[in-house]
């Protein structure tokens, strides 16, 4: 709770408007500064919290657009009243610079405000009407109106790396509550007092607006089970995800096993492969890797659109390439990870690829504790194509230079690729035929293809997919985030020969 502009978490979940404390408790692990104890989330909380979401759903899936919009608008004015608070308790529980919370605070805020004119323009609604036509022949055809509905209650996990923009008032649930669709929300372990001061921002704007309490609930902390009651709850109509492939796909398949199964929208991560064309690599390579070593150890590495790995044909300019890249590394210095299980996890990737077979070291280093220091490494196209294992998201600061033969072996490589968030092209004017060769392949593989830059940086606008074939994501057809990312909580009705009083609001 805020006191003089200062936070202290009080450690409770918020159920339908109540600050519920718990019997069991965990002590969050910060980076720095204070620790604070927190109630374990339970299935029971969950039932509580799914039942108070059915409710609201009746109520507010049934808003108007204004004042759904006049909600989100709330919200982000009530994260930015408590804008130092959060980036203090943010910094410290994550380890992430302040600079890097107050740009998040800001894409956190400003795509509820996306979200809230989105809506207020309609278009997502995709209305279409087939006026009756009583006199054809052979057959009549009745009066048809189509409109995008709300699904009911959504469950959302926060994510580990983005303690705002992808968590508790994130992108998820920015959408889903335009959609009109209740959010329950499992908070990230990794920082729950962030999760928390969010949460409050959330509650005084449903006071503030009159929307009715069970639209939001957060549950802290929780084992396995809390995850799996909320995804298996009945009343849960879909569910939103960022994390690990391991666990997204655990909840995909318990989604998929319901009795009735429900839409699980994960995103799974990726190593989002550059393809260094011949041109590009002979005017500017040095370029190219002092952009790439920026990108590789932004956040030490800990974005699902780090570059993880740039192909390029064997030559004398990637040999420039690769030495430039060491020399671009080297002085990165450790940067403090997440949390503790991430730099473990990090470590062990790292000796996953040095143990493949043909894999070069070219630089290397020394990490500890929840430190991560970059690494680089180098392989051949045809090691690559022979190890499934180096195809693998290493979730950290490490670059893996992939050495192809010719541009036949670099299609191959392509090829091969399992489905990625992004896919980057650097080429100049005299590499347009080979990327024409290869764009129909990058295309099928990511959700997103660039072209001389670097994929950390997701913009937040309408044209913007954050998603791509499995294991990027769990649905192919959606996105994380943009404006398109509201259709995942939305489903088409027709209506045939009702009246226009009967129809929803959003019909006019």
Not at 99 to 118: K, P, V
Not at 158 to 184: M, Q, W, Y
Not at 345 to 368: I, K
Request: with cysteine; glycine share 12%; hydrophobic share 40%.
């Amino acid at each position: 709770m805020l006191d003089d502009g200062k936070f202290t978490p009080h450690g409770r979940h918020l159920i339908a408007g109540d600050w519920v404390a718990g019997a069991e408790t965990f002590t969050s692990a910060p980076a720095h500064g204070p620790s604070h104890d927190f109630s374990v989330g339970t299935p029971d909380l969950v039932d509580r919290a799914a039942k108070a979401a059915e409710e609201a759903f009746w109520s507010y899936g049934s808003s108007s657009r204004d004042d759904r919009a006049a909600f989100l608008h709330a919200i982000a004015d009530e994260i930015e009243a408590r804008a130092e608070a959060t980036t203090e308790i943010g910094t410290q529980e994550t380890g992430l610079p302040e600079a890097r919370l107050q740009g998040e605070r800001g894409r956190t805020t400003g795509q509820l405000r996306l979200f809230a004119d989105h809506i207020g323009k309609g278009d997502y609604l995709d209305r279409r009407h087939d006026i009756a036509l009583p006199d054809r022949a052979p057959l009549p055809r009745p009066d048809l109106k189509m409109v995008q509905r709300p699904i009911g209650p959504v469950a959302v996990f926060g994510a580990s790396n983005f303690p705002l923009a992808f968590s508790t008032a994130g992108g998820d649930t920015a959408s889903a509550l335009a959609a009109g669709c209740p959010v329950v929300v499992k908070g990230h372990s990794a920082h729950p007092g962030t999760g928390e001061i969010v949460a409050e921002a959330i509650h005084a704007a449903i006071g503030k607006c009159g929307v009715h309490p069970g639209v939001f609930s957060l549950i802290q902390g929780g084992k396995r089970d809390v995850g799996q009651a909320l995804v298996q709850h009945p009343l849960i109509r879909a569910v939103g995800f960022t994390g690990s492939l391991a666990g997204g796909r655990a909840l995909f398949d318990l989604c998929a096993a319901r009795p009735d199964p429900i839409p699980f929208f994960g995103e799974l991560g990726s190593v989002n492969p550059m393809f260094l064309l011949p041109a590009a690599l002979a005017a500017r390579g040095a370029d190219i890797a002092s952009g790439w070593a920026g990108s590789l150890t932004m956040g030490a590495g800990q974005f699902c659109t780090n570059p993880g790995i740039a192909v390029v044909i064997d030559s004398p300019d990637a040999d420039a390439f690769i030495e430039a890249t060491t020399a671009a590394l080297e002085p990165m210095g450790a940067q403090t990870m997440l949390t503790d299980g991430i730099a473990t996890a990090y470590r062990a990737g790292r000796d996953r690829v040095a143990g493949t077979a043909g894999v070069q070291e070219v630089l290397t280093s020394v990490c500890d504790l929840r430190n991560a220091t970059p690494y680089l490494f180098a392989t051949t196209g045809a090691e690559w194509l022979a190890n499934e294992v180096l195809g693998e998201e290493v979730f950290g600061p490490l670059g893996l230079i992939v050495r192809v033969a010719d541009m036949d072996e670099m299609l191959k490589v392509a090829h091969s690729l399992q489905g990625q968030l992004t896919c980057t092209l650097h080429m100049d004017d005299a590499d347009t035929a080979v990327a024409q060769t290869l764009m129909p392949i990058l295309e099928r593989k990511a959700g997103r293809v660039l072209a001389n830059g670097f994929p950390t940086g997701v913009e937040v606008c309408d044209a913007m997919v954050h998603g791509g074939p499995y294991p990027a994501s769990t649905n192919f057809g959606h996105t994380s985030v943009g404006t398109l990312a509201i259709r995942r909580f939305l489903r088409p009705v027709c209506y045939q020969n009702i009246p226009d009083a009967l129809m929803p609001g959003d019909w006019k």
